[in-house]
Each structure stands twice: as C-alpha cells, then as structure tokens.
C-alpha cells in the first residue's frame, strides 16, 4: 500500500491578520481538498493547523508523506519537539515554546501515524505546493467573507 500524499500551507493578511490554511490529500487517484480560516492569527499557526486538520481527516493508522513549505513546521516536529518535550515546553532558554497548544495537537496526531517530513520550497512552481496555497488562500477568503456578512 502506498503512502497517503499531504501537500499543506499557511496564509495570513497581516502577521498577526487574517489567516487561511489549506491541505491536499492523495491516495492514487484520489483526493480530497480540506480549508479553513481564523480571523486573529499568524502564518505559523495556519501552517501548523493544515497539518494537523490533514492529519485530523486520516480515518486510521497509515504511512504518510506530508509535504510542508515551512521549515518552522519541519523542523519543529522532526526535530525541535523533542528537546521542548524533554523541557516542560520551554525553549533551550527557557522560555515557553510558541504556539505549545499546536505542537502539542500536532504531536499527538503524527504519534498515530509513520510519517515521512519534507520541506519543499513555497512558490516555486511545485504544483501540489501551489494547490495547498490556493487553498490556504481560500480559507483567507472564507473568513473576509464571513466577516462582511456580520
């Protein structure tokens, strides 16, 4: 069986700002398109949260490739995670790692799954990465539309 295909990115008008973030998932043939926004937010926590609404919409265990073009998410889970773990959530300086409540989701999320980090360069033709900005885009938009109708 192959592994499921996860393409995800972060936008943000303003930073902190309005944010969107979207994911692709790819099975073979199939795909499916995940999106959705915040009105308060930053670029690290859309990116952040697409990954973890794309590990969300997994239904079981499975291998996975998750493709990020943020190096803040990459790394963060491949590597800083587990020294902030070790620490009570505090940085080699110890102060309070940021944006804990996420890492502490995304941790708990990718402990269910093998997963396969990589970092692709953003807005660099990728056309999986493109798609995922779109979508991220998009969850921008959502929220700038919802917010004209209150």
């Avoid at 499916?32 to 969300?56: H, P, Q, S, W, Y």
């Amino acid at each position: 069986m192959s592994a499921v295909e996860i393409y995800t990115d972060g936008a943000c008008k303003g930073n902190p700002g309005v944010g969107g973030w979207g994911a692709l998932l790819r099975m073979g043939t199939i795909e499916k398109e995940l999106f959705g926004g915040e009105a308060n937010t930053t670029n690290n926590r859309m990116e952040m949260t697409a990954v973890i609404e794309a590990l969300r919409a997994l239904t079981r265990s499975c291998d996975a490739i998750v493709y990020t073009d943020s190096s803040y998410v990459q790394k963060g889970i491949s590597e800083w995670i587990h020294g902030w773990k070790r620490n009570g959530w505090k940085t080699a300086d110890k102060k309070p790692v940021k944006n804990a409540d996420l890492w502490i989701k995304l941790d708990e999320l990718a402990r269910q799954h093998r997963i396969d980090w990589r970092w692709v360069r953003g807005h660099a033709g990728h056309p999986e990465n493109e798609r995922a900005d779109a979508l991220a885009n998009r969850g921008v938009e959502s929220v700038l539309a919802n917010a004209g109708k209150s």
